[in-house]
C-alpha cells in the first residue's frame, strides 16, 4: 500500500476516531438521555459501560483495521485467510458497512436540522419565546420540504469530504474543524456555568442516586455507549487502517475515549444550567430537548443568541465528522473492488442514503402514521441499528480478537505489558461479551 491512505502525524488519527466518536450522540442525545433515565444513575451505569465493554472492544477495532490496512470487510477476509480461520467473518464487515449507511440515513436528518437552527435567530422582543419555539419546531419537522433541503445539504458535504480522499478529505477537515469544536463546547460550558444553574447540574449528573437504575437504564446506556464511541460497525476499524506504523494503539484509544466522554459531560454542563434556571423546562424533554427547549433558555440569557448560534455550529461540526467516519468502511470497500472511482462511489452511495433519509423525514409528518410493532420508520431503524446491529457487531468483534485470532499477533501489535494485557483480555473475552449477551437477550424478551 502506498503512502497516500496513512494519516499525517499522530494526531491526526486521534481527531478523525474523536470525530467519529463525538456527534450527535454526545451533545443531543447523551443530554435527553440523561434527563430521562434518572440523571446521575444513567451516567454511572454509561461510565462504567464505557470503560468495561467500549474501551476493549474499540482496541480491538483499532487492532483489525491497523494489522489489516484494508476495508473492514477485507482487511477480516484477509485476517481469515492468514490465519486458516473461517471465511464468513467478512461478514462482520458487511453487517458493519450496511449499518453505517443505515444509521447514516436519519443521522442526515438531525444533522441537518441543527444546522437549520445556526440560521434560527429568534425575533426580539417576544411576548412568548417558549410558544414560539415550539411551533417552530413543529412547524418545521411537519414540513418535508425544508427537512429535504437541510438533509440533502447534509449528505452533499459530507460526500464531497469523503469524496476528496483520506488524507486530503476526511484527515484535513478533521484537523480544521475538530478544534473548533473543542474550543467551542468549553466556551459554551462556561457560559453556562455562569449565567445558569450550575449547583441544580452538578447534583443531577453526578450525585448517586443508585434507586433510579433500572434494566432499561442499563440497556440504554450501554445502547449509548456503543453509539458514542462509533464502535460495532467497522468506522473506527476503517480509520485505524490508515494509522501511521508507530503510532501506539492503547494510548491512542484512551485518548479518544477520554475526549468522547468529556465532551459528553461537557455537553451536560452546557445544557442543564440553561435548561435548570428555566422553570418552564422539563430535563425530561427527551428528543426534542436541543431544539425546541434549548432555544427558549438561549434567548432569555444575556448574548443569549450569540451562545446559541455558537452552539449549533458546535453541533453541527460534531455531526459532520462523525458523518463522514459512517459513509467511510462501505466507500472504502467499493473502492477496492476497483470498478469505479471514490469519488463516483460517493455519489451513488449519497443517493442511495438521501432516498432512505426521506422515509425517516416522512416519519415526522406524512407517514407519522404508518407503524410496525408500534413504532414509526424511523423509530424501527433507530431500534434496529442501535440496539441490534451495533451490539451484535460489538459482540463479533469482542469474539474475533478475543477468542479466534492468535495471541502472539494480538500481543505484538498491542505492546502492552503484562498485566495491562491480563486486563485487556480478561475484559475483552468475559465482561464484554457475556454483558452484551446478557442485556441484548433481557432487550429482546
Ligand atoms: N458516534 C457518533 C455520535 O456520537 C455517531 C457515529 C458515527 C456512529 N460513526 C458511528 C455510531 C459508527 C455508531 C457507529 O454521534
Not at 502525524?9 to 434518572?38: D, E
Not at 463522514?324 to 462511489?345: D, V, Y
Request: glycine fraction near 8%.
Amino acid at each position: 500500500m502506498g503512502n497516500e491512505k496513512v494519516w499525517q502525524g499522530n494526531t491526526t488519527f486521534i481527531l478523525a476516531a474523536a470525530g467519529s466518536a463525538v456527534g450527535l450522540g454526545n451533545i443531543w442525545k447523551f443530554p435527553y438521555m440523561v434527563g430521562s433515565n434518572g440523571g446521575s444513575a444513567f451516567v454511572i451505569i454509561y461510565l462504567i459501560c464505557i470503560f468495561a465493554i467500549g474501551l476493549p472492544v474499540m482496541v480491538s477495532e483499532v487492532l483489525i483495521g491497523k494489522y489489516g490496512r484494508k476495508s473492514p470487510i477485507n482487511s477480516l477476509k484477509n485476517l481469515s485467510s492468514e490465519f486458516n480461520l473461517n471465511a464468513n467473518w467478512k461478514y462482520l464487515g458487511i453487517l458493519g458497512a450496511l449499518s453505517g449507511v443505515l444509521i447514516l440515513s436519519y443521522y442526515s436528518v438531525f444533522a441537518g436540522m441543527s444546522f437549520s437552527y445556526i440560521f434560527n435567530i429568534f425575533p426580539s422582543n417576544l411576548s412568548d419565546p417558549s410558544n414560539y419555539s415550539s411551533n417552530y419546531f413543529k412547524e418545521f419537522s411537519s414540513s418535508p420540504l425544508s427537512l429535504i433541503f437541510w438533509h440533502s445539504l447534509f449528505i452533499i458535504i459530507t460526500c464531497f469530504i469523503v469524496g476528496l480522499g483520506v488524507v486530503k478529505g476526511i484527515g484535513r477537515s478533521v484537523n480544521l474543524l475538530m478544534p473548533f469544536l473543542f474550543i467551542f463546547i468549553i466556551l459554551v460550558s462556561i457560559y453556562s456555568s455562569f449565567t445558569g444553574d450550575i449547583k441544580s447540574t452538578l447534583k443531577f449528573l453526578f450525585s448517586p442516586d443508585f434507586s433510579a437504575i433500572s434494566p432499561q437504564v442499563v440497556i440504554s446506556a450501554m445502547g449509548q455507549a456503543f453509539f458514542s464511541l462509533s464502535i460495532g460497525m467497522g468506522a473506527i476499524m476503517a480509520y485505524g487502517a490508515y494509522m501511521p506504523e508507530k503510532q501506539l494503539i492503547g494510548k491512542t484509544v484512551i485518548t479518544i475515549i477520554f475526549l468522547d466522554t468529556f465532551v459528553a459531560l461537557a455537553a451536560g454542563i452546557a445544557i442543564f444550567p440553561i435548561v435548570f434556571s428555566n422553570p418552564s423546562i422539563e430535563v425530561s424533554a427527551g428528543p426534542g430537548l436541543i431544539f425546541e427547549t434549548l432555544p427558549v433558555a438561549f434567548y432569555s440569557l444575556p448574548f443569549g443568541s450569540f451562545f446559541s448560534i455558537i452552539f449549533f455550529i458546535l453541533v453541527s461540526i460534531a455531526a459532520l465528522s462523525s458523518a463522514i467516519s459512517l459513509l467511510e468502511p462501505f466507500t472504502a470497500w467499493m473502492e477496492e473492488k476497483g470498478f469505479i472511482n471514490r469519488k463516483f462511489i460517493v455519489v451513488i452511495l449519497g443517493i442511495l442514503i438521501w432516498f432512505l433519509g426521506l422515509a425517516s423525514i416522512f416519519s415526522f409528518n406524512v407517514w407519522s402514521d404508518i407503524k410496525l410493532f408500534n413504532l414509526n420508520f424511523l423509530e424501527l431503524l433507530d431500534y434496529l441499528t442501535n440496539n441490534i446491529m451495533l451490539p451484535l457487531g460489538g459482540f463479533f468483534v469482542a469474539l474475533f480478537v478475543g477468542w479466534i485470532l492468535p495471541n502472539n499477533l494480538i500481543n505484538q501489535s498491542l505492546a502492552f505489558g503484562k498485566f495491562r494485557l491480563k486486563l485487556f483480555y480478561f475484559f475483552l473475552k468475559y465482561i464484554s461479551t457475556s454483558s452484551i449477551i446478557l442485556i441484548f437477550l433481557y432487550s429482546a424478551f
